[in-house]
């Protein structure tokens, strides 16, 4: 079930400097920010192969990663993004066998345009895992 | 520089429970456990892709994540480790550009059986960073 991880999420206080840093400091192509309200973030992903780095700040009053920069003020890692076929069957899998999906349980629509999920951290060791949803192309399946 | 995401390390306080909840409810492959005492941990890793997921297991009596694990008891997102071609390389780009490199500088052997070094998480928005040096295979190069 569990496909290729398809980013990891950075929660920095300052998306300009950490842009910066990446581009300057450690030479990588980074992607212009875009707004995402529905998520309360602002996003920009490092290209760095397969897998993206994507760092967050916070947008708005009521962004979901401010409480964790309030507890980690100079920034951190957030979450994992896995990949999966079919988002709503992994779900009910999940339920199914008593892990929790924060919020009301149904997608919303990721940076990507794709659908995502959140796991409860407190069903995974502590670890804030997003799964999004990618269908297999034609050549893959 | 910052070549792809080799892996994510995350810290949990039990192996076991941790390969067995990403096998049995997350559906993925989970290799055996390695122990490496030279980085004072026992690893697995989740095979779901390029990138992997480690899993890691404080082992012997000065672990490194062992302090980790006190501030994270259920345990936590620990690392990111990228690829570079050249360690070397990178790291004295970096040093001069004011990054600082954790312990002695010099490289470690990883769990790949390649050199690994750690950048100082407060240098990169409290993000611990691992560059680990893979050489370009000729059908990239």
Sequence with gaps: ??????HIALAVPDLAEAMARYRDRLGAHVSAP????DHGVTVAFVECGPTKVEL???WGDASPIAAFLARNPT?????????VGDLLAARDRLVSEGA???????????AHG??????HPKDFFGVL??????????AEA
Tied chains: 1, 2.
Excluded: A, W, Y
């Design 114 to 119: 794709r659908p995502v999920l959140f796991l």
């Design 100 to 110: 929790r999906i924060l919020g009301d349980g149904k997608p919303k629509i990721g």
């Design 56 to 58: 967050l700040e916070p």
């Design 34 to 37: 875009q707004v995402l309200p």
């Design 1 to 6: 079930m569990l496909g290729p991880v398809n």
């Design 75 to 83: 920034g951190g890692l957030h979450h994992i993004c896995h990949e």
């Design 129 to 138: 895992i997003e799964l999004e949803e990618v269908k297999p192309t034609s």
